[in-house]
């Protein structure tokens, strides 16, 4: 029992240097207000919801520094994957990845809405199922998990015309210039790129949304910081029990 207890500690001693020396490495791509910076080249994230959450979580974790690197989405989930990467900071939960992730308990709830013009639809977007979304022409970012989404009714015989896009900046340059009725999104992203556009009074968001899910962190099978999951999911809920998380979300 002595010997084990001795090595344990050794182990944790150990694990302890090697994060304080190398750090956890987070990547993701630009993606405002989430994640900041110029572009995807390898660079730091200089701030961000994101960001500011992961930085206030291993704050609180003794000897252990992190940051968020810049990449662009495919990368950032083929590193994570091969284990190039520790982690991504906020991202959904899907069967595909936790094939090669494990994750932390949620962070908070996410909803995808529709953004529209309501000049151009001036009684709103209605709609119960996919169905009744197949007269409308529809951006969304092409990695994202809402086009996986769109790209199962398709394939399940809904009529649906999606436009798969590189960014949800270009979804919302084609609703600017009525090149599409809608752009699938995370709230709180298209609100920031609505913002930046200085469109805010020509283009709103539904209030219903598509659907609502918990942002996760989450970590790479293939390297050690998984295994500081429990200290990073005591902190989490140190972080929601205080509000902090919903400071630093209000707060953009």
């Known amino acids: 029992m002595g010997r084990f207890f001795t090595g344990a500690l050794l182990w944790f001693f150990l694990s302890g240097l090697v994060f304080a020396q190398n750090g956890v490495v987070l990547v993701n791509d630009p993606w405002p207000p989430y994640v900041l910076g110029d572009a995807a080249d390898g660079s730091q994230a200089t701030s961000g919801i994101a960001v500011e959450l992961i930085n206030q979580i291993f704050n609180r974790i003794d000897g252990v520094d992190a940051k968020v690197l810049l990449t662009p989405w495919k990368r950032s989930l083929h590193g994570v994957a091969i284990g190039s990467y520790d982690g991504i900071p906020m991202l959904f939960k899907t069967v595909d990845r936790e094939e090669y992730m494990v994750f932390s308990a949620p962070l908070f709830e996410a909803r995808t809405v529709f953004f529209y013009k309501p000049a151009r639809f001036p009684e709103g977007i209605s709609w119960k199922d996919y169905e009744d979304l197949t007269g409308y022409k529809i951006a969304v970012q092409g990695s994202f998990s809402i086009a996986d989404t769109m790209q199962k009714q398709i394939d399940n015989g809904v009529a649906l015309n999606v436009a798969m896009m590189d960014t949800d900046k270009d979804c919302f340059r ?79």
């Not at 659907?211 to 996760?216: A, N």
């Not at 200290?231 to 209000?250: F, M, Y």
């Open 174 to 252: 084609l609703l600017a210039l009525d090149r599409v009725d809608l752009v699938a999104t995370n709230e709180i992203v298209g609100q920031e790129f609505v913002k930046r556009l200085g469109l805010e009074r020509k283009i709103i968001a539904t209030s219903k949304s598509l659907y609502e899910k918990p942002f996760y962190i989450g970590f790479s099978k293939k390297t050690e910081a998984r295994k500081l999951l429990p200290q990073i999911n005591r902190v989490i809920h140190e972080l929601q029990d205080s509000g902090v998380i919903d400071e630093i979300i209000t707060a953009h």
